[in-house]
T-cell receptor, first 117, second 114 residues
């Protein structure tokens, strides 16, 4: 099946620094990728839809200046958490549908655990 | 907007017991339905999906789900669970105006006692 990778898998940073998380589709092209956030013992919450070659679409309540998304190529989307604070600590997961249609199964990355001290 | 609800937050079963996890969604149009599983320390994996056709869908590891349109439900079942089924299960929906965007239920944490 299709594979989605994320890097890094775990990052610890100081408050006020910025952290970049990469999401790559390894064996398919993805015009769209999705970024989710998962708090402990809770479900995934969609943060934004990353669109190749255009601006990301953010869900209500998600600060676009805080969570910068860049989808520079058909296989790479990045999420940058700017000026991270402890409340940004969470598990960030990306997903991508290989064919780009709604009937496609989305493949999920393994997630990135961010801890902000 | 779509919403998905999973009624059971935590389920504890003994091995060989039967399992049914409830999932209801709110969107009335054409939807695609998924069940994902997240084993401890691992990423989300697709268990099964329904797009159209036979409303009884069979997935991996002996799981199945039944789409009942009149009830807006897509319950997950397994006749006999194993300890290795201990995981968190998420129901998800997309389609209609939401396109590819998946809306997840709150998840059900299943613990199977050996």
């Amino acid at each position: 099946g299709a594979v989605v990778s994320q890097h890094p898998s775990w990052v610890i940073c100081k408050s006020g620094t910025s952290v970049k998380i990469e999401c790559r589709s390894l064996d398919f092209q993805a015009t769209t990728m999705f970024w989710y956030r998962q708090f402990p013992k809770q479900s995934l919450m969609l943060m934004a839809t990353s669109n190749e070659g255009s601006k990301a679409t953010y869900e209500q309540g998600v600060e676009k200046d805080k969570f910068l998304i860049n989808h520079a190529s058909l296989t790479l989307s990045t999420l940058t958490v700017t000026s991270a604070h402890p409340e940004d600590s969470s598990f960030y997961i990306c997903s991508a549908p290989p064919g780009g249609t709604s009937t496609d199964t989305q493949y999920f990355g393994p997630g990135t655990r961010l801890t902000v001290l | 907007a779509q919403s998905v609800s999973q009624h059971n937050h935590h389920v504890i079963l003994s091995e060989a017991a039967s399992l049914e996890l409830g999932c209801n969604y709110s969107y009335g149009g054409t939807v695609n339905l998924f069940w994902y599983v997240q084993y401890p320390g691992q990423h989300l994996q697709l268990l099964l999906k329904y797009f159209s056709g036979d409303p009884l869908v069979k997935g991996i590891k002996g799981f199945e789900a039944e789409f009942i349109k009149s009830k807006f439900s897509f319950n997950l079942r397994k006749p006999s669970v194993q300890w290795s089924d201990t995981a968190e299960y998420f129901c998800a929906v997309n389609g209609g105006n939401a396109g590819n965007m998946l809306t997840f239920g709150g998840g059900t944490r299943l613990m199977v006692k050996p």
